[in-house]
Each structure stands twice: as structure tokens, then as C-alpha cells.
């Protein structure tokens, strides 16, 4: 039976780093394939060369279905069959969801002249038909990122092609949405189509791939079938040795001292008379749907979005947050969710990304202290280990999941006492993941006051101490680490829009 | 300051090879129009709209100061209006549209571009609106009078004493303040005119146009040292001379003749601590004031003669505090 | 056309400005209160106007084009070229494609410039700049045409209605062929797109070297319009005219809510802006201001309109 | 100092481009192999060099700053007004600290409407360009305005070194300062932050708003170097001059290698590329080419030393 698609001896090269050696891939028809490998092995750069993004090195081959071919740019890829989900969201964000859904795309206008009102109708079809919930009308720079990645996999579903790529395509997605997910891939795989999985999330890889590649520093490990083998292989595969993980936290909060206090939040667009504590060493985790409000509490605590009502104390003081820099020198360090757009300076390098929030320890009189900069922004990177040729390196040209880490530097080197960190993982790989979580655990240990949002409701379960649960704007209920589990926080996440009236009336 | 009324013309030293074409200029041309009490004094209400050629150069403001003193005298108001500079003639002509849209009792124009300005004229003429032209001529027959400055004996006049300056030989530089105005050119083909015709042994450089002082003394200095043997300098306007001034100062040469047009401080200055040998100075207070009276009396409806010269002299060391050049210099 | 009043509508702030800025003048300025006052007003604006629309779309892209001033003032003489009789006496029907043509021509060499050859459309279009204004004075001779051609000035200055003149029905119908190609073409979808995302775009699969590069020629062929309406309104070309015409161009459309940084656009905000700064100038010129008053005015006046155009975008998402 | 070194290493590229230029003209233009014409280029080109190493910052931000040209005429009017001595006769150790101030006033305004009013750089440094050009006028009564004083002149045209004019020092410690402020202090690692990524440097608890602001004071306080160095040439000032010298410092800046959109900047291509602008000038003057044509070849000579700078750029990336 000939494959699928095939790629063999792929390298590619950038200066300074050799993304990927001398690689081969294969995918049978019908199949799911899964891709790991820890951040920075090579994944999305080998999907950008399959989808013609990327040149390759010379050698490279690429077989569709028996036949050697050449793909040139994204267009030929598509006439080829081959289309992909990215990493990174690629949107248009000052377009509406139709307009992106339909930009670039052949019969997405007739003899130059496009028609709205067709797009949207079309875009409402999909949306019907992959039952999702999205208006074609809202700008994209107006969606969370999660609606903003379904808008994605719609995209890339719409396609009709032989091969799909996904890569990480649920980073942003809550355990509802990624079902959701799951359904249209099991919709889409035929007899005569393959898709290419690319997650950090190994429940998803053993849930929904058929077999696993393995990507190691840029070379190709090795391919295993999912049902054959356990999870823990795959992940030493990975990362070349073994990395085991606690289910639940391992330290306990000591001391009462609340240090930070949130009363009767509200905002004019959903939040309602939110209120929770934090204590010094907790964990307080934030979980719940897609859209209920978490990231827009963050947000409005830390002072990056107005708040309607609502009252912010620091260690038992009132605080006046009118802006982040307000928030900041208060102690408050937030890690946003969308690490692109919020999160990282694209075109510096590392170092300065590092000390970006905690540049008063690195003047002396307005002057820059270059020397320690660049000696801590090297330890930071030898921490979190950040995959890069050095401390130098833009960030742009990092993988996703090591921008997360010098994201999450960059709090750490601010040394905050309140840290809310909104999807810290996202992008992240197992055994890095891991690490944060040691590090989450050691921040708390040192006293400090910690929110974690995730989605991630094993992730949450892992770290909290106490868990916030959120629904339509509002927290439905609070639960101890011990009594929490996947399906009483599920319970709290759905209760309904007319159930929370009702208490609350 | 002095009043232009009582201030004769200032002497007009004119070449005999004067092109026919440029309106005779003499003292006697000009002499009807400030003389006699038969200009009649307006109620106040009225106003004598000016479309000049600019407004942020001194030369501008003189001939406002003219005009206002005039308007004072004869309690008309006095509005006055110009374009940026003189390569603005788009801006000049809706300058003038609403001149004519703001119905004034009579207005003064300095053309930019006669050709360009036919179509308001002809409102103009249809609103029944008198019109005086000044500083050049406005090619039409609409305007009642011209009062001007004939820029291109002017420059001639320069080239004369130029050319005794530097002793009829040698390489002489050019920096022109303008390349496509009327004025411009006249003060430049002027100079090249008179050169031509009459010192075959001094080289004229091909013109060079700077109309600000960084960019001409540049000019002027870069113009030195490319030709080692230039033996003077001539710049067009105040800006052109001071810059060209400027330049011969820094390049380091000794013994340069500098020769300008127009005055401010600064060229005063160098003419009087021998920077520069002089230059040509034209009556824009003059200007201004004959411009509005000549309209006061188109208002009433009396004859005016075609042209009405407000004059040029050259002057120097020698004769820049004669009570009748000074009265045209400003500082 | 229930879009374009939408659209009109949410520009209703600049217009707003607009209408306040008239009031005032129709109350302190003599003889301001009259319609064919308001005509001059458009019709002056016309040719900036008319630019500002091409413009837009190169904003639109986060691009910007300072070749428009000079760019003008070159078409025009080539229009004096073609058309005056003095070097060809083309007929009108011949000549004025062939005016657009060269308009389109720079804008073609802008676009090629920047999108092939990956110029940032500052240098792009500052060197254009330069290279305009040189070869105007020298294909003229330094000297200004005069294109006495009566069907020529009748384009823009005749009278198609009655007291209206044909310069205004020209920006109007240019208003609205701007309009239709920012928000119904895939000129103007690909153009925002660019703007806001080039390499989100790049990857949707659209050739964005060569969109980018239609957009310049866009820009160009508005340029060729808006010289004919220059120059055909006097039948007069000045080659030194034009330096500094880029940025009344520009602030046009940034006064118009269109954002330098690309994404957003609109037309009828540009429209808009370049009515705005003339009716400034008629009105302060009327009002007997001096001149150098009437800058000081200016540029505050365009701060407040511009700040409170903003506050109430601002108060109008936040609702 | 080894960084600036390697940073201006890394900067040959445009550099190559100078050298160039410079080679051609010291083979064909006459004269021109001298080096007092070195000299003056540099002297000539220290105004609008120092304007533009203020502006690197502003354009590290991803702003643009309109008003340098004509703000700097303000600036050298207000310097007349205190030590030309017919209105004040300050001495020159008070009066340069006041121009200086005023420098930074103007800058602090377009700060603060930048940044706390939310106008866009463009707006608000158009209206300040306006404005400035009015005050100018009005100030110094539209009349040349000449500073005597021989202290003041001195500063720039005085030869503290023999044969090498201050303005030559000046420019070159300037543009040290200019070097260290951007590399070393707080106040260029957050302008470039902010024009890398405004939003995420605010989310990282900058005082975003205070350091745009500041940085616009700065470009003010060079731009009253500016002045000073244009009006002490010549002990001279014309209040409606400095009109398009924004874009000649912006050039200076872009072809220099700083982006306009913002978050990388250089301060040595600044120089490098005010030192291109006047070179051309100089020696195309030098060779006698009509100056039409140097218009023509000055725009091409941009293209291609740009494009030239990008290519290499791009192969030293790639290697
Ligand atoms: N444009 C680029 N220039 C230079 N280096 C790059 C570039 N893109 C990627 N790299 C490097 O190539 C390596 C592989 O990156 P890639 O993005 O393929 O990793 P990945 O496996 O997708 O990781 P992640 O799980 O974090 O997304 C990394 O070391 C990265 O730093
Ligand atoms: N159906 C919807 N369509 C568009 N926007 C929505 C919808 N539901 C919620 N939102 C928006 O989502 C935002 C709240 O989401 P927020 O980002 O705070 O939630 P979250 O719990 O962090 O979820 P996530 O980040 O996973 O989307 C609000 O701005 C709200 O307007
Ligand atoms: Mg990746
Ligand atoms: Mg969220």
C-alpha cells in the first residue's frame, strides 16, 4: 500500500540552529498521526516545510500518494491537499470571521467583487455544520483567542483536503471545546484522508491518534502505535529520560495571611460581584468554559481593563489599580493568555524580554546594567530551559513553547508577592510543563499568593490548592483540592445562565 | 520709519538697453499717482482686499505696512493675503477666489502666473470689482494699473555694477531664489541678460536656485570650490544674498564680490562691514501704499495711467543711509 | 447602499466636526453663509480630496505615499504635454488615458519598488518624490504650461449642472468608486488585510506582492485625477507646485479616522478630512484672520477634531 | 565602547553605501578630493543630523514626529527673541539653557498629546508643525531675525579645534549621547519596547504613557540643538524656513536602517544617512549638474543605497 504522504531526509537550517535533520515522517490513509517532541524538536518547522512555508535544505523529499512533489507556497500546498491549522493564530484581526474564513480563497468572489452578505451567510453554514457557535460578523480582534482558534479549525476544515495539520490546535480550548474537536476529526478522517495531530497533551494524543512520530532536537526518534504502548513511553521518547508527575500538589498553604482580596468585581460586559481571596502560599485555581470570565478577571485586577465596580487589596491594603503599572508596583505580576499579542516583544531578544517587567533592578540612575541583564536572562533561559543558541536570540524566532518559558521568566524575574498566571502551560511540552509546576509549587513555598487559570482541568487539579469555578461571568462555587474533581467542577462550570439568576436573586 | 507719500521715488539708475518689453520705469511715470488731494477718503466700512505673492518674507510685510498705512490715511480696511511661497499659485488663486467671494471694494493682486489666474479674473471683471495690479504684471487688460518693480532691469542693474566690481573679468556664480517664478527668472535672466550683452570676458556659472539662507550658503560655498577661479557672487533675494554672503565666508576665500537684491539686518550688516559690495533694493512700502491708493481712486472711478513704477535703486556702503534709499531698507 | 450609510454613520464624528467648524463660520465669517461658498469649498478640496481617496488605500495597507504631491504636479505636466498644443495637441479622448496611464505608471513603480524589491514605501515613495519633482521641472523647461485646450478645462471646470462644478461631481463619483472598491472588491479586502496582518495574509494564500503593488497603481491612477482636476481648473500647470501637497494628502485621511498603522480605513472619513482643512481655509481667510494666525488656528483646530473624534469613538465602543 | 563599535560594524552596510558615494564624487567631481569638503558635508549635514537623532527615538516608538522642521525654526526664533538683543539681551550661559527648555516644552506638548490625549503622532506633530510655523511668524513679526552676539554664533561656527567648526563636535557628541541614551538607558529600551509591542510592554507594568512622552521631549531638546547649530551658522534666522526639513531628518533616519514601524533603531545609520543626503547634494552641486537633475539622481542614489543595504541585510541573516 503506498502512503499517504511521505517525507524523507528533511533538514532545515537557520542560522545559528539546525532545526531538523535529516527527518523522515510517514501517514497512512485513514489515520491520525500524532507528533510529539519536547519545545523547540522541529514539529511546526517540519509542518511549515510540508506546507511549503519553509524551503528545505537540499535533500529533502516530499511524496504525495507515490509521487514526488514540490511544494512551492501556501496556495500550491492547498491545490495539493494540503492545508494546516498554525501554532501561532493567523488571523486578520481588524476583519470579521467571514472575511477571514473566505481570505485568499478561490470563489470567494465573483470577477473581483465580494459579497458580505454571501460570506456571511456561508460562514453561519460552516459554523452550523461544525456546531459552533460564532457570529461571522464579530471582528476577530474582538474574540478570545479560543473562539479565535475554532475560527481556525473551521478554516482549515473547510478545506476539503486529503491532509490536514494540526498543530496544537486546543492549546486554547477548554475539555468541552476539544471534544467538540475531537468529533470533527473523526468527521473528517476517510479512507482517503489523513491528519497530522501536534499536542502537548498527551490524554488528547492517546485519546484521538492512531499512531505517534517522535521529534527529538530536531531529529526523528522514532514511531509507535497509540494503543500498543503507555503514555509514559512516548514521554521518555520524548525527552529522553523519565518524567513522572503527581496528580495532586504537594505542598499545603501555611500561612492565613490573605494577600489579596477582590471584592464585588464588576465589569460592564460580564463579569458580576466577583469576589475570592488569595492567600500568602496558596494556589487558587481558576477553572471553567471557554468565556466564562476568567482571563477578563485577570485582567481587570491586574488594571488592563476598566472595572465597573469593585475593590483590589494587596496584603490586606486598598489598592488603587487604574493601569498594569499601578497593578504592578503593587506587586501584582500577570501572565496573559495570548503571549503574541500581550505577552512577549516579537523583535527583541531574550534577555530583554526577560528583565521587561523588572527593569528597575536593572538600572543603576537610568542606566542600564547590560552585564547583569545578560546574566540573568542566561540563568532564567538555564532554568526554564528555554531551547535557543543563545540569550541573543529574537524572540520571534523562538518556538512557541520556549517564548512561553522567557513569558514566564519574565514574572519570575520580577518577584512578584501576587502572581496570576492565565494558561501558564499553554504551548508548553510534558516535561516542561512539569517544571513549571515544581516552579509553581516553589513560588508558593516562598510565600507567594498564586492564581492559575487553565483550562487544563488535570492541570488545575494538579496545582491548587483551592479551585474557583467560573460560569457566565460569575463564580459558582469554590472547591478544595480534596474534594475537587474533574466532574464536580464540570457541574459548577455548567450551571446555566437562568441558575445563576436564580441564586442570585 | 518714514511715510512713502512724502518720500520721493528712489532714483532709478536705468540702463539705456533696457528690453522693450519691460515697462519704462522712470521717476516721471510714477510721479501723478502720489501727488494731489484728489484721492477720497472712505467711510471705513469698505475693505481693499491684497493677494500679494507671499506673506512670511519681510519684502511681504513691507508691502503690507504700505498698504495699512495707506488704509489708515484714507480709512479704507486693508485685508492682505499671500500664498506660502512663490511656487504655491494654486493657493494663491483660491486665496484670491474668496478675496472676490468676500466682496471687497476693489482689489490688488500680484500674479504668481498671469495665465493660470484668467478664470477668476473674469469673475472678477463680472462681479464688477476693481482691480489694480502689483509687484509684476498681471497679462490681461483687467487691471486698471500695475504698480511694480521692473525686476529684470533690476537685475541688470545688478549685473552692471557686478561687472565694475569685479573689473569686466572673470567667473561670476549665480544663486537664484527661485527657478520658475516670474520674479525669479527676471532676476535671473536679468543679470545673465546684461553679462551677455555687455562683458564678454567675465564666465557666468550656470544658475543655481536656493530660496533659503542653509541651502544657498551651501550652494554658494559648493559653487567656490568647484571653481577656484570665481571671482563674484549674486544672489537674488535676501535670502539667496545672505546665504551667498555666508558661503563666501566660510569657503575662506579672500576677495570675492558679493553683489544681492532686496535688504534685512544681516545683508545691511554685510554691506556696511564690506561683506558685501551692495545690492539692489525695490520700495515695498512704496509698493504697498501706491497699490491701495491706486485702488482708492479706481473705486471712485478716475483714470489711472498703465503703469505706475514703484521704483528700484541700487545702493552700497556708500550711500545706504541717503535718507531716500533708507526710507526702502528694512532690517 | 444601506452599507455606505452605516458606514457614513459611524463616521458621523469627524462629520461632526465638519458641520460644527461650517456653523461657526456661517455666524462669524461675512458673506460665508452662502451655498456657492460651500461649492468652493469642494471644489478647491477636489484635487487633495481626490488623492486623499487613493491614499487611503495605501494607509489602508500600512503604507504611505509621499509621492502624491509632486507625483501630481508631474502628471500635470505630462496631461500639459500631451494636450497643450505645445508639444502634442492630442485630442481629449486620446490624451486623458493616456494621462491615467502615466499615473498609473508611478503608482506601478511605487508598488514595484516596495513590494518587489521589499523598499519601506517611505523611501519608496520619498525618492519617487525627488525623481517627480526633477523631471517636471525639466520636461517643462522650469517653465509653467498653460493648456488652453477648452475640452480639457471643461472636465473639471465646466458645468454638467448648472453652477455646480464638474470638479465636485468628479470627486463625488470618485468618492463613491473608492467607496465600492475599499468595502466590495477584493482590492479593498486584501488591501485591510494587509494592513492589519501581512503575514496572516501572505498565509491565507493571497499574493500579497502582488496586491500591494495594485493598490500603488491605485493610488496612482486617483493622483492622475486629481492632477487633471488641479490643472484643468486654470488650464495651468506650475512644475514647482506640488512640494508639500503629500502631507494635506495624508492628514486628509488621518484626520479621517483612517489609522497610519494600517487595517482600517474609510472613505468617507477622507472625504471628510479633506473637507475639513479647506473649510478651515476658506473660513479664516473670510474671517480676515492674518495668515499666520490662520496656521496657528489650523492646527489647533485639527487637534480638537481629531481628540474628540476619538473620545466619542471611544464612548461609542465602550456603550 | 566595544559595543558601539560592533554595532556599527554590524551598520557597514549603509555605511558601504557613503563610501561609495563618496569615492564617485571625489573621482568625477571637481575639487571635491579635499578634505575641508569633508568637513563641510559633515558640518552642513549636523543640523538636520542632530534633529534626526532625535527623532530616532520617536521613530523607535513607531511614531513619527512632523514638526522638527518647522519647530526648529521656532526654536531659533525663540533664540533670537532672548539673546539677539532687540528684544532680550540674555547672555548666551542663560539663553541656551531657555532655548533648550523651549525645545523640550515643544516636545512635552507633542508628548502629551500623544500619550494622554490618544492622538495619533501624526495629528499631533501636523498640528504642532502648524502651529510652530504661525508662532514664527507672529514672534519675529515675519522679519529675518539676526543673533550678533558673537558668543552665540561661536557655538557653532567657532573652531574650538582649528579648521574643524563646533557644529562638527557638536554633531558628534551628540550623536554619542544619542548612542548611549538608546543603548544604555531605560529611556531607549523602552522606547524601542514600546514600538516592538506597546501593549505587551504596558502589560509588563511600564509606564508607557510617561516614557512615550519623555521620549518626544527628547526629540524636542534635539531639535533646539538643531537650532541652534542651523541659526548659530549664521547668526540668522528666517521665520519661514525649516518648512520639508521634517522629511529630510525622517530620511536621514529610515535610511539609516531604523523601521518606521518601530522597535529597532539605529543611531550610528542615523548619521550615516544625514552624512548620504548631504553628500549628494554637495557633490552633484560640485560636478555642475543642473539642479533638476540632481533631484533625479539624488531619488535613484536613495533607491538603490537603501535597497543595496537590504539585500546585504538580508545575506548576513541568511548566512
Ligand atoms: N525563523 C526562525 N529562525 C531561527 N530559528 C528558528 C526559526 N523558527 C524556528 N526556529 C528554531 O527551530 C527550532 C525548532 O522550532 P519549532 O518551532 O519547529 O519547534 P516546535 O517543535 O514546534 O516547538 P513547540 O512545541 O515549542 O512549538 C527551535 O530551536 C527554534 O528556535
Ligand atoms: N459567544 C460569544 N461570542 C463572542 N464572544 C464571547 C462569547 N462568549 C463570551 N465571549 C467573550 O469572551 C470574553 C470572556 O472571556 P474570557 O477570555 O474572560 O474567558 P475565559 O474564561 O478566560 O475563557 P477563554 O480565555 O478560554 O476564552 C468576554 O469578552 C466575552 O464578551
Ligand atoms: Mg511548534
Ligand atoms: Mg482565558
Not at chain 1, 518559558?405 to 516542561?432: H, Q, Y
Request: include cysteine; charge should be negative; aromatic fraction near 6%.
Amino acid at each position: 500500500m503506498t502512503k499517504l504522504l511521505e517525507l524523507r531526509n528533511v533538514s532545515k537550517t537557520f542560522p545559528g540552529v539546525k532545526a531538523l535533520q535529516e527527518v523522515n515522517l510517514d501517514l497512512n490513509a485513514g489515520e491520525v498521526l500524532g507528533l510529539c517532541g519536547e519545545n523547540g524538536a522541529g514539529k511546526s518547522t517540519l509542518m511549515k516545510v510540508l506546507t511549503g512555508i519553509y524551503t528545505p535544505d537540499e535533500g529533502a523529499e516530499i511524496w504525495l500518494q507515490g509521487q514526488q512533489v514540490e511544494v512551492r507556497d501556501v496556495n500550491h500546498a492547498r491545490e495539493l491537499g494540503l492545508s494546516i491549522i498554525h501554532q501561532e493564530l493567523n488571523m486578520v484581526p481588524d476583519l470579521t470571521v467571514a472575511q477571514n474564513l473566505y481570505l485568499g480563497r478561490k470563489g470567494s468572489h465573483r470577477g473581483g467583487l465580494v459579497n458580505d452578505a454571501k460570506l456571511n451567510k456561508d460562514a453561519g453554514d460552516l459554523f452550523d455544520r461544525l456546531g459552533m457557535n460564532i457570529n461571522p460578523r464579530s471582528y476577530i480582534r474582538d474574540l478570545s483567542v479560543a473562539r479565535q482558534q475554532m475560527v481556525e479549525i473551521a478554516r482549515a476544515l473547510s478545506y476539503d483536503s486529503r491532509i490536514l495539520v494540526m498543530d496544537e490546535p486546543t492549546a486554547a480550548l477548554t475539555l468541552a471545546e476539544t471534544d467538540a474537536l475531537f468529533g470533527m476529526i473523526r468527521d473528517f478522517i476517510t479512507p482517503q484522508t489523513g491528519l497530522i495531530y501536534i499536542s502537548h497533551r498527551m490524554p488528547e494524543i492517546e485519546e484521538i491518534t492512531d499512531r505517534v512520530s517522535v521529534l527529538r532536537d530536531g531529529r526523528y526518534i522514532g514511531t509507535v502505535v497509540t494503543k500498543d504502548v503507555e503514555m509514559r513511553e512516548i514521554i521518555s521518547m520524548m525527552v529522553g529520560r523519565e518524567v513522572s508527575g503527581d496528580a495532586r500538589p504537594r505542598t499545603k498553604v501555611e500561612s492565613d495571611e490573605v494577600a489579596l482580596r477582590v471584592e464585588n468585581l464588576s465589569t460592564k460586559k460580564l463579569l458580576g460581584d466577583i469576589n475570592f481571596e488569595v492567600r500568602k502560599g496558596e494556589v487558587l485555581g481558576f477553572a471553567g468554559l471557554m468565556g466564562a470570565g476568567r482571563t477578563e478577571v485577570a485582567r481587570c485586577v491586574f488594571g488592563a481593563d476598566p472595572r465597573q465596580s469593585g475593590d483590589i487589596y494587596v496584603h490586606g491594603r486598598k489598592i488603587n489599580v487604574r493601569g498594569a503599572a499601578d497593578a504592578v508596583r503593587a506587586g501584582i505580576g500577570y501572565l496573559s493568555e495570548d503571549r503574541k499579542q500581550y505577552g512577549i516583544l516579537l523583535d527583541q531578544d531574550i534577555k530583554a524580554n526577560t528583565v521587561m517587567a523588572a527593569m528597575r533592578d536593572f538600572n543603576i540612575g537610568g542606566f542600564v546594567l547590560d552585564g547583569k541583564i545578560r546574566t540573568v536572562g542566561a540563568e532564567f533561559s538555564e532554568k526554564l530551559r528555554v531551547k535557543t543558541p543563545s540569550v541573543n536570540q529574537l524572540l520571534g524566532k523562538l518556538s512557541g513553547g520556549n517564548q512561553q518559558k522567557v513569558v514566564i521568566a519574565k514574572w519570575l524575574v520580577r518577584n512578584c508577592d501576587v502572581l496570576i498566571f492565565d494558561e501558564p502551560t499553554r504551548g508548553i511540552d510534558v516535561g516542561a510543563k512539569e517544571e513549571i509546576y515544581g516552579l509553581i509549587e516553589q513560588l508558593s513555598k516562598q510565600g507567594k499568593a498564586i492564581v492559575v487559570i487553565s483550562s487544563e482541568l488535570p492541570e488545575v487539579l494538579r496545582v491548587s490548592h483551592r479551585i474557583a469555578v467560573m460560569a457566565h461571568g460569575h463564580i459558582t462555587g469554590f472547591l478544595n483540592n480534596e474534594d475537587a474533581t474533574q466532574e464536580n467542577i464540570m457541574e459548577l462550570a455548567t450551571v446555566g445562565k437562568a441558575q445563576l439568576k436564580g441564586t442570585a436573586a | 520709519t518714514s511715510t512713502p507719500a512724502t518720500s520721493p521715488a528712489p532714483t532709478t539708475d536705468k540702463p539705456s538697453e533696457a528690453p522693450a518689453s519691460s515697462p519704462a520705469a522712470t521717476p516721471e511715470t510714477s510721479a501723478p499717482a502720489t501727488e494731489g488731494g484728489d484721492v477720497p477718503k472712505g467711510d471705513g466700512t469698505q475693505t481693499i482686499y491684497l493677494v500679494s505673492k507671499g506673506f512670511q518674507h519681510r519684502f511681504w510685510q513691507a508691502v503690507k505696512e504700505g498698504a495699512e498705512q495707506a488704509g489708515k490715511e484714507y480709512n479704507y480696511k486693508i485685508q492682505f493675503v499671500g500664498p506660502d511661497d512663490e511656487t504655491k499659485v494654486t493657493q494663491q488663486l483660491d486665496q484670491l477666489k474668496t478675496a472676490l467671494d468676500s466682496k471687497p471694494a476693489a482689489i490688488g493682486f500680484a500674479a504668481l502666473d498671469t495665465g493660470a489666474a484668467a478664470d477668476v479674473l473674469s469673475q472678477i471683471e463680472a462681479a464688477k470689482i476693481p482691480m489694480i495690479a502689483f509687484d509684476s504684471g498681471v497679462d490681461s487688460d483687467l487691471p486698471l494699473t500695475t504698480v511694480q518693480t521692473d525686476n529684470f532691469a533690476a537685475a541688470q542693474e545688478a549685473a552692471k555694477h557686478m561687472a565694475e566690481l569685479v573689473g569686466n573679468k572673470g567667473t561670476v556664480g549665480l544663486v537664484c531664489h527661485d527657478q520658475t517664478s516670474q520674479t525669479g527668472k527676471q532676476r535671473c535672466e536679468g543679470f545673465q541678460d546684461w553679462m551677455k550683452t555687455n562683458a564678454p570676458d567675465i564666465k557666468v556659472l550656470a544658475p543655481q536656485y536656493a530660496g533659503e539662507v542653509g541651502l544657498a550658503a551651501n550652494t554658494a560655498k559648493a559653487m567656490i570650490q568647484a571653481n577656484p577661479d570665481i571671482v563674484g557672487v549674486y544672489g537674488s533675494n535676501e535670502a539667496a544674498a545672505t546665504g551667498a554672503v555666508q558661503g563666501t565666508i566660510e569657503s575662506g576665500k579672500e576677495g570675492i564680490t558679493v553683489v544681492g537684491f532686496d535688504s534685512g539686518k544681516t545683508q545691511l550688516d554685510a554691506i556696511r562691514n564690506g561683506q558685501m559690495a551692495g545690492a539692489i533694493t525695490q520700495a515695498p512700502v512704496k509698493m504697498g501704499y501706491e497699490t491701495v491708493v491706486s485702488a482708492i481712486k479706481a473705486i471712485d472711478g478716475q483714470e489711472l495711467p498703465k503703469v505706475t513704477d514703484s521704483g528700484f535703486a541700487w545702493y552700497d556702503k556708500n550711500n545706504i543711509d541717503d535718507p531716500e534709499i533708507a526710507a526702502n531698507l528694512y532690517e | 447602499m444601506g452599507g455606505f450609510l452605516r458606514s457614513s454613520l459611524q463616521q458621523v464624528f469627524v462629520f461632526a466636526a465638519l458641520i460644527a467648524i461650517y456653523i461657526f463660520f456661517m455666524i462669524f465669517a461675512p458673506n460665508f453663509a452662502q451655498p456657492n461658498i460651500a461649492l468652493d469649498i469642494i471644489q478647491q478640496s477636489a484635487y487633495i480630496g481626490v488623492m486623499a481617496l487613493g491614499a487611503t488605500f495605501v494607509i489602508a495597507t500600512g503604507g504611505i505615499d509621499l509621492s502624491s504631491g509632486t507625483g501630481m504636479t508631474l502628471v500635470a505636466v505630462m496631461a500639459g504635454i500631451f494636450m497643450a498644443g505645445d508639444w502634442l495637441n492630442l485630442p481629449t479622448g486620446l490624451g486623458i488615458p493616456l494621462v491615467i496611464a502615466f499615473g498609473a505608471f508611478m503608482g506601478l513603480l511605487n508598488g514595484l519598488n516596495i513590494s518587489v524589491l521589499g523598499l519601506p514605501p517611505f523611501i519608496a515613495t520619498l525618492a519617487m518624490m525627488m525623481v517627480a519633482r526633477g523631471l517636471s521641472l525639466i520636461i517643462s523647461g522650469a517653465s509653467s504650461i498653460t493648456i488652453a485646450n477648452p475640452q480639457y478645462k471643461f472636465i473639471a471646470s465646466g458645468q454638467i449642472i448648472p453652477g455646480v462644478a464638474n470638479a465636485i461631481l468628479i470627486f463625488a463619483v470618485l468618492a463613491v468608486v473608492a467607496w465600492v472598491l475599499l468595502n466590495k472588491t477584493l482590492l479593498g479586502r486584501y488591501a485591510l488585510a494587509i494592513g492589519s496582518n501581512e503575514e496572516a495574509t501572505r498565509l491565507s494564500g493571497v499574493n500579497v506582492k502582488l496586491w500591494k503593488t495594485l493598490v500603488y497603481v491605485t493610488a496612482g491612477i486617483f493622483v492622475a485625477f486629481g492632477a487633471i482636476l488641479y490643472s484643468g481648473r486654470f488650464g495651468f500647470v506650475q512644475p514647482a507646485e506640488g512640494v508639500g501637497f503629500e502631507l494635506n494628502v495624508i492628514a486628509a485621511v488621518v484626520i479621517g479616522g483612517t489609522s497610519l498603522a494600517g487595517g482600517r480605513a474609510n472613505i468617507v472619513g477622507t472625504v471628510v478630512g479633506a473637507l475639513i482643512m479647506e473649510t478651515l481655509k476658506k473660513g479664516l481667510q473670510m474671517m480676515g484672520i492674518a495668515q499666520e494666525w490662520q496656521l496657528v488656528v489650523t492646527g489647533i483646530v485639527v487637534l480638537i477634531a481629531v481628540f474628540v473624534d476619538i473620545l466619542r469613538r471611544k464612548r461609542a465602543t465602550a456603550v
